[in-house]
């Protein structure tokens, strides 16, 4: 229970920040759905073709289908009260890495994979939804920018790993690493940290 609903919270995030860009593109009411479709669960259907499950966690589950579309609905109807979208789809990414994060990780856990192909479990379960939209909204994925995010997750991912050592509560680390994720993320923007660029050099 506890993991379902860190994902379906996630889900929502990642649905809201769908329709943000969706509607900022002036994309029409199939277009925002399809976004928003894509990013809430486009990083876990790879998750879920890498570790072999099939169907993938949504197709088994009709309540991802009635999240995102109710997540849909509630950002189209208030999207005045969203009306400062770089800030609300900064916020509901920001939220929702950090909670795919430690779904990711949970994933490969249940699979008895290495700690490290946990970690690349967490960090593209929280990614490549944001690719996915991006793309389809012809836009540079903010993955491959300078910006701190998939570090962020990274990063989430082995103190998750660090902590076991000293906490026993699996809930309790799972909380720590995603609030990792998501104060790294917040930090990097807030103070205008990132990745050193290579296309100077070039």
Known sequence: MFFQVIDILGTIAFAISGVLVAMNKRMDAFGVIIIAFVTAVGGGTLRDIMVGVQPVSWMRDITYVYVIVGSTVFAVIFRNQLKHLRRSLFLFDTIGIGLYTVI?????????????????????????????????????????????????????????????????????????????????????????????SLYKNI
Do not use: W
């Open 104 to 196: 990711g990780i949970e994933t490969g856990l249940v699979a008895n994979l290495h700690p490290l192909i946990c970690i690349a479990l967490g960090t593209i379960t929280a990614c490549f939804g944001g690719v996915i939209r991006d793309i389809l909204s012809n836009e540079i994925p903010v993955i491959f920018r300078k910006e701190i995010y998939a570090t962020a997750c990274i990063l989430g991912g082995f103190t998750y790993f660090l902590m076991r050592k000293f906490l026993e509560d699996q809930n309790y680390l799972f909380i720590i690493a995603g609030a990792v994720v998501i104060v790294l993320r917040l930090i990097a923007v807030k103070f205008k940290i990132s990745l050193p």
